[in-house]
């Protein structure tokens, strides 16, 4: 006999003896405290046999199921054999309404079940073997009707059928809630938003924690699998994003060259918007200055980066002919001028010609022309900027080839026997030729002719007589293609 039972009969023995001895009014007051005190007794011992669990109902078709509250008369009456204390559950839906209540308990063959009304009486009780039809008598109630699923749902054997408790939507609901913001937070908290007895997280990296939260520091699916107080499991994954800081491409030239725009470009992202105004992944840029770009990822993510845009200020580059005057087929050097380039800024040199040049690619090429011709360079620095420079170079119509032998043979070999002027083509006319002796006495003289005539050219005599070796003075006017006249003048070696 526990320590409450002798209460509770010491205590009406109490009572007995008050209500003969004393009037009925007294006795009242006195008998209501003692009852009170038995009923606090008994309270106290079905809070330590009792197991108390709530459980939410998710679906009003699972209304079946009960709400185990009782009154404390009848926990000591339940069963006197169980292998396990009586114990309580209360099913309730989502507002917190009481469904039905559920008292069981296990003896060494069977669960022994009553069922209270929401007001704690009980409205049916049965032995439940190894057949569930044996509960036949719920069958009356029209309130509730027994059926194979609360069996189903526990029994003394194996507990809980997590399976049909799953099912029928016992299993206590809860979410995985994540702190942060995914845009904003490196790490992120995940929580468990309802109790219970056992947590297991998975991390991306397979890493297993038995705790309630964890932190995420890195993008990824994470698993918990939460376990209850009758044994039960569920796993759920959540899918997690950290804020990483991003990089944000910017291509193009970030250097304008003069009167050129450049094009910038960025891509991998959702959206765009340069501080020009545009939202396209590519824009033109005219002229020099910061550009913001703020981009948006497929998570709504917005970042930011800027780039600096400069122009190439005051370069530029100059051809020029190396001699102001020249003819026709003269090579004449062709020269480059650099204005704020230096020779390791170049990275390409290209020239191109109506007439010959030397290269092409270098700085100082040779030319020669046979009538009016461009010359263009052009060069690109290291910024892929192009600089160019063209000039039209008009040679004289011809060299002003005029010469003379000083020295010749007049002896009738064919070879070198005719003194006279000539000229490849830069000549046309010689208006007179004459030649003197030393003492200045004319010995040949011819008026004008075609130069290269050798007909009038000097064969060595004097009236048709042959004159002596000796050196002789020559004197000609000659006229050139361009009209121009020059007197040439020198001396002849006659040697027989």
Not at 141 to 150: A, C, E, G, I, S
Not at 432 to 445: C, L
Request: aromatic fraction near 10%; include cysteine; glycine fraction near 6%.
């Amino acid at each position: 006999m526990t320590i409450y039972n002798s209460l509770f009969i010491f205590g009406t023995i109490i009572a007995i003896d008050i209500m003969i001895y004393h009037n009925m009014m007294k006795n009242l007051i006195i008998v209501s405290s003692i009852y009170l005190i038995s009923i606090l007794s008994l309270s106290a011992q079905a809070q330590n046999r009792t197991t108390y669990t709530k459980y939410d109902i998710n679906e009003p078709s699972n209304a079946w199921i009960l709400d185990m509250v009782d009154s404390i008369r009848y926990q000591t009456s339940l069963c006197q054999t169980c292998l396990s204390p009586p114990t309580f559950k209360r099913f309730e839906d989502k507002q917190g309404r009481t469904l039905f209540r559920l008292r069981y308990a296990c003896d060494a063959q069977s669960s022994f079940i009553k069922i209270y009304n929401d007001q704690g009486s009980p409205i049916a009780h049965c032995l439940v073997g190894p057949d569930i039809h044996d509960c036949k008598d719920f069958d009356e109630y029209t309130d509730f009707t027994f059926t194979k699923n609360l069996m189903d749902i526990w029994s003394c054997k194996k507990g809980f059928n997590c399976i049909a408790k799953d099912t029928l939507g016992l299993f206590r609901q809860y979410d995985i809630v994540v702190s942060g913001s995914e845009c904003v937070d490196k790490i992120r908290q995940l929580t468990v938003d309802a109790p219970f007895n056992n947590y297991m997280w998975s991390d991306t990296e397979g890493q297993e924690l038995n705790k309630s939260d964890i932190m995420a520091d890195e993008s990824g699916m994470y698993d918990i699998t939460v376990e209850d107080h009758d044994g039960c499991s569920n796993k759920k994954s959540q899918e997690v994003h950290v804020y990483v800081e991003k990089e944000i491409p910017i291509t193009g030239d970030k250097v304008l060259c003069p009167d050129e725009v450049t094009i910038l470009h960025s891509d991998g992202f959702q959206a765009y918007r340069w501080s020009t105004g545009d939202t396209t992944s590519s824009i033109e840029i005219r002229e020099p200055g910061t550009v913001t770009l703020t981009v948006t990822d497929v998570l709504g993510c917005k970042d930011s980066i800027q780039t600096e845009v400069t122009r190439i200020e005051g370069r530029s580059v100059a051809v020029r002919a190396g001699e102001e005057l020249f003819y026709r087929h003269q090579v004449i050097p062709v020269q480059l001028s650099l204005n704020n380039l230096e020779t390791k800024d170049i990275k390409d040199i290209f020239w191109s010609s109506e007439g010959e040049l030397t290269c092409d690619d270098c700085f100082t090429p040779f030319g020669k022309f046979d009538g009016d011709s461009e010359i263009l360079v052009m060069i690109t620095d290291n910024n892929d900027c192009v600089y160019e420079h063209a000039i039209t170079v008009k040679p004289e119509l011809a060299y002003k080839d005029v010469y003379a032998a000083n020295i010749f043979t007049p002896d009738g070999d064919g070879e070198n026997d005719i003194f006279m002027i000539r000229s490849l083509e830069g000549a046309a006319i010689v208006h007179q030729f004459k030649v003197f002796n030393r003492w200045g006495v004319p010995i040949h003289s011819v008026g004008r002719h075609l130069i290269n005539d050798e007909s009038k050219g000097w064969d060595g005599t004097r009236n048709g007589d042959l004159i002596d070796t000796g050196v002789y003075i020559y004197m000609a006017e000659v006229e050139f293609v361009d009209g121009s006249i020059e007197q040439i003048t020198g001396d002849i070696l006659l040697v027989r």
